[in-house]
């Protein structure tokens, strides 16, 4: 075997070392679950060893996630992304065709 040939092999197999490489890196993570349920108005945050916190939505009221907090290294805290039910005014019945409905 000729000292190129044995020199194309090498490169060969580093550059497929550095593609595969590369595609580790810039391959997708796996998603995060998501924080914030909606549905509830009250989460709780528990920090864990080394620092790091998990927030858990999923408490109807704060004495339910104060129940949860007891005894930990954990906090309850309103929940930023809940679709609290609002109710506004008085419902008003669709304006008919081309005219428009006088507002009171």
Do not use: F, H
Request: with cysteine; glycine share 8%; charged share 10%.
């Amino acid at each position: 075997m000729s000292s190129w040939t044995i020199r194309m092999a090498a490169m060969t197999g580093v550059l497929g070392a550095v593609i595969m490489a590369g595609a580790t890196i810039l391959a997708p993570a796996p998603a995060m679950a998501e924080r914030y349920d909606p549905r509830y108005p009250v989460c709780l945050q528990k920090w864990e060893w080394g620092g790091s916190s998990t927030i858990y939505c999923s408490y109807p009221s704060w004495e339910a996630c104060k129940a949860a907090a007891a005894g930990l290294s954990a906090m309850c805290m309103d929940n930023p992304y809940w679709s609290q039910p609002t109710t506004t005014g008085v419902a008003r019945p669709p304006a008919p065709s081309g005219r428009p409905v006088p507002v009171r």
